[in-house]
């Protein structure tokens, strides 16, 4: 088991290696296809379905609005930054009166709780992921401030989980999640921003354009682990609701792309806010 999760990580890697510094239509059609397959893990998790296991309305119609927010999103790139947030803005608004439609005309085949589920698993997957792609396309040195995402989850999943194995003894969540200590979990959030401080002195202020002080990066780096362990938990708090062990089976020795990219989902909005915000994007 080991052996083969280890094997996946490592490939896992190297796509994203791969797909992240080429950018541009490459990493749009990746990212846009990982939506896809989160949303498909989500609503199934999530019972969002007729009376059958087939795919219903809301997960087509959700499948349909996830290209018209991707297709949105890179257009208002293309044109300019700042139409960005007002074209995530409508693609959102648009989505939701498309749930709204489905649930008012089939009505009474799907209930409430569905269609909430179905926006749910719209918000919580393909828009939260897009923020990696704003991220890496939304700034001239995106290439670079990306992983700042990938340092803040896994990076400090790894911190975490060394120090909880060397000192940990307290349970953060004992019902939810018995192997995480409170000192794991300080330890991952200390390591995160100690990573951030040391990409940001060595590569960000080294070979961009941009200037980031090392107290903003630590800041940055502490927030960004912090939302990641929250993120981690939360992924699997919806597992324990709907008794799922995994959300999928696509990635061998780990699960689906909500199992390994739980706490990146949630990380990339916050590492976007403080560069933004650091860099005067908004």
């Known amino acids: 088991m080991f052996r083969t999760r280890l094997l996946s990580g490592i490939v896992l890697v ?3 290696l791969g797909v992240f510094l080429s950018g541009g239509a490459l990493l749009a059609v990746t990212i846009f296809g990982v939506s896809l397959i989160a949303y498909q893990e989500l609503t199934r998790a999530c019972k969002v379905r007729g ?14 609005m996830i290209l018209v927010y991707y297709a949105m999103l890179c257009l208002a790139l293309a044109r300019d930054t700042g139409m960005a947030f007002p074209a995530m803005i409508m693609a959102i608004v648009a989505a939701f009166l498309a749930f709204l439609f489905v649930y008012v005309f089939t009505f009474p085949k799907y209930h409430a709780n569905q269609i909430m589920s179905a926006m749910f698993s719209f918000l919580y997957g393909p828009v939260m992921l897009s923020f990696l792609f704003l991220l890496r396309e939304g700034f001239e040195d995106g290439m670079y401030l990306v992983w700042f995402v990938f340092l803040a989850s896994w990076g400090s999943d790894t911190c975490a989980y060394c120090v909880g194995v060397l000192i940990g003894k307290h349970k ?74 995994d959300y999928g089976k696509l990635i061998p020795g780990h699960g689906g792309i909500m199992d390994r990219f739980d706490s990146v989902i949630v990380a990339g909005p916050i590492v976007f806010l403080g560069i933004a915000l650091a860099v005067g994007f908004m």
């Open 14 to 16: 190297a796509i994203a």
């Open 51 to 64: 009376n059958g296991a087939e795919a219903g309305a809301p997960v087509i119609v959700g499948g349909v």
């Open 172 to 245: 953060m969540t004992p019902k939810l999640s018995p192997k995480k200590s409170i000192e794991g979990a300080v330890g991952g959030i200390l390591g995160a921003a100690l990573l951030f401080v040391l990409y940001t002195h060595f590569v960000i202020n080294q070979y961009t354009a941009m200037t980031l002080s090392l107290s903003l990066a630590a800041a940055l780096g502490a927030a960004g682990a912090l939302v990641s362990m929250v993120g981690d938990l939360a992924a699997s708090a919806v597992k324990r609701d709907h008794e799922i062990k």
